[in-house]
T-cell receptor, first 111, second 114 residues
Framework: LAKTTQPISMDSYEGQEVNITCSHNNIATNDYITWYQQFPSQGPRFIIQGYKTKVTNEVASLFIPADRKSSTLSLPRVSLSDTAVYYCLVGETGGGNKLTFGTGTQLKVEL | DVKVTQSSRYLVKRTGEKVFLECVQDMDHENMFWYRQDPGLGLRLIYFSYDVKMKEKGDIPEGYSVSREKKERFSLILESASTNQTSMYLC?????????????FGPGTRLTVL
């Protein structure tokens, strides 16, 4: 079962690119990596999911190196509204059906 | 839009009480989940269900049970609430087949056990 580790907090300024890395050293072959965003008083919301290499959607990119022992969520040109907690999730689909959330990274974006 | 609703936003109970947390989703999702969220610990999976009347333990099932009698409804039960179960409880649902499918979360229930 993959254990995930994330930085507790990060600070940035509007317009900058932010990269948040999650370590999952014992990720298994069948595990997928998903990132969620959570605002205060709300449940987490899906951002992006990937298995390997690079995935991009309209809000973020996800970079996963060949060994898959880490993943990096990239938020281009952040704004104040991106201030939130970001969680990585490693999910197992190969019969074990286990999910492991990271402890979350509090991103604070300032002017 | 998928909507996941939880019966209460805030709940205060006494030690030893039986507590029911209800979750309803309106998108015919197969999978439903219960998590608890604590500062510094992130989200931890308590139970999940992949079909009516089916359930599987997550990482921290001790002290909890669940019920899924209808596809849209998933209940979390604290048989005898204790102070260490004071937490934020989050329900989620996902389409099905794979546990890694996108999860849609409710707003959470803040439970305080006195």
């Amino acid at each position: 079962l993959a254990k995930t580790t994330q930085p507790i907090s990060m600070d940035s300024y509007e317009g900058q690119e932010v990269n948040i890395t999650c370590s999952h050293n014992n990720i298994a072959t069948n595990d997928y990596i998903t990132w969620y965003q959570q605002f205060p008083s709300q449940g987490p919301r899906f951002i992006i999911q990937g298995y390997k290499t690079k995935v991009t959607n309209e809000v973020a990119s996800l970079f996963i190196p060949a060994d898959r022992k880490s993943s990096t969520l990239s938020l281009p040109r952040v704004s104040l509204s991106d201030t939130a907690v970001y969680y990585c999730l490693v999910g197992e689909t190969g019969g074990g059906n286990k999910l492991t959330f990271g402890t979350g990274t509090q991103l604070k974006v300032e002017l | 839009d998928v909507k996941v609703t939880q019966s209460s936003r805030y709940l205060v109970k006494r030690t030893g009480e039986k507590v029911f947390l209800e979750c309803v989703q309106d998108m015919d999702h197969e999978n439903m989940f219960w998590y608890r969220q604590d500062p510094g610990l992130g989200l931890r999976l308590i139970y999940f269900s992949y079909d009516v009347k089916m359930k599987e333990k997550g990482d921290i099932p001790e002290g909890y049970s669940v019920s899924r009698e209808k596809k849209e409804r998933f209940s979390l039960i604290l048989e005898s609430a204790s102070t260490n179960q004071t937490s934020m409880y989050l329900c989620a649902s996902s389409l099905g087949q794979y546990i890694t499918d996108t999860q849609y979360f409710g707003p959470g229930t803040r439970l305080t056990v006195l």
